[in-house]
């Protein structure tokens, strides 16, 4: 085959007055001048892209704050293990989050953190000597809260809240579930047997486990009842914590409640498919607006709430 190369000489152009707009002047970033304040940073911010969209959450934030209505945080154990907790619990304190969804690695190293001030590294070596994850005084609070949840009918949010709260550890300021106890914000714990290091422990029975989820996942389903024009982030969590807000808005709807016009957003350097589907699109079917903030949380969640706060308090 001989093949030419086109000659564009005839090819027809488009005027550019002609064109849709894709940015605009009055989005584009501002330049910062040293000594200026948050606000003045925030300003100097694109209108665009994950920065656009981060403002767009900001103001649902607000608006939600304002009119009394869910801002609802689901947390993978990146987001603790990130070092994100003073700002969660700040939150929590200042009642702008009003609900919160964990991973059971979310728990586990939130109480890591009650005890410690840190978290735990889990090394190939402990896997070589079957010590991998097998932690006493983590799994020892967390089985024995949820043994006593399971008795009291009590979710695993609630449960160990209570044992945390109890314990009077040395970091327990740091503690998302044990200030969520504290100021009394319902907080679920939802794990996946068998991946979650509590499981080895030798107090942890399946009865418990079950029954305390369980509790949790309905008292998610009666949150995500409720949550109707509130916002919904989803955070360092790209396969549980999508899926079970999916199926807790399924229950909710089934029983007959009403659940639109959601902001969602999910904050995840790499989510995958399942998540943004759920999350952003799925949620958001009736009415709602979703978000996903492509970065690090360790860096959109700061800058989200110092955001809503700079807004709040002007």
């Keep these: 085959m001989n093949l030419r190369p086109l000659s564009l000489s005839t090819l027809r152009t488009v005027p550019i007055a002609e064109r849709d707009k894709h940015c605009e002047e009055r989005d584009f970033a501002a330049p910062y001048w040293g000594g200026g304040t948050l606000s003045d940073f925030l300003c100097s911010l694109p209108n665009l892209g994950v920065a656009g969209d981060l403002f767009h959450l900001r103001d649902a934030m607000i608006t939600a704050h304002k009119n009394q209505r869910s801002v609802i945080l689901g947390c993978g154990g990146h987001v603790i293990d990130a070092g994100l907790s003073p700002l969660i619990v700040s939150l929590i304190e200042q009642r702008i989050i009003t ?53 009291e009918d009590l979710g695993i949010g609630k449960s160990v809240g ?17 200030t969520a106890y504290r100021c009394g914000i319902p ?28 509790y ?61 589907e759920d999350i952003v699109q799925r ?14 949380d360790e860096i959109l969640i700061p800058l989200l709430f110092a955001a809503v706060l700079d807004a709040l308090k002007g």
């Design 99 to 151: 609900g919160i969804a964990m991973t059971g690695a979310a728990l586990l190293q939130d109480v890591e953190i009650a005890f410690m001030g840190h978290t735990v590294a889990y090394c190939d070596q402990d896997l070589t000597l079957g010590s991998f994850g097998v932690t006493e005084e983590t799994g020892k609070l967390i089985n024995d809260a949820m043994n006593f949840g399971a008795i």
């Design 162 to 178: 209570q044992y945390l709260m109890d314990a009077e550890l040395k970091h327990i300021d740091h503690s998302v579930v044990a």
């Design 187 to 214: 907080l679920t714990v939802h794990p996946a047997i068998g991946a979650d290091m509590f499981n080895l422990h030798p107090l942890a029975h399946g009865e418990s486990l079950g029954a305390t989820a369980m």
């Design 216 to 276: 949790d996942f309905r008292l998610l389903a009666g949150m995500m009842a409720e949550s109707s024009h509130g916002v919904l982030l989803n955070v360092g969590s790209s396969v549980v914590m999508p899926r079970v807000f999916l199926q807790a808005v399924d229950a909710a709807r089934n029983l007959g409640k009403t659940v639109e016009k959601l902001t969602t957003a999910v904050i995840h350097p790499s989510a995958g498919s399942a998540a943004v």
């Design 283 to 296: 949620l958001t079917q009736q009415g709602g607006q979703g978000f996903w903030l492509r970065g690090a």
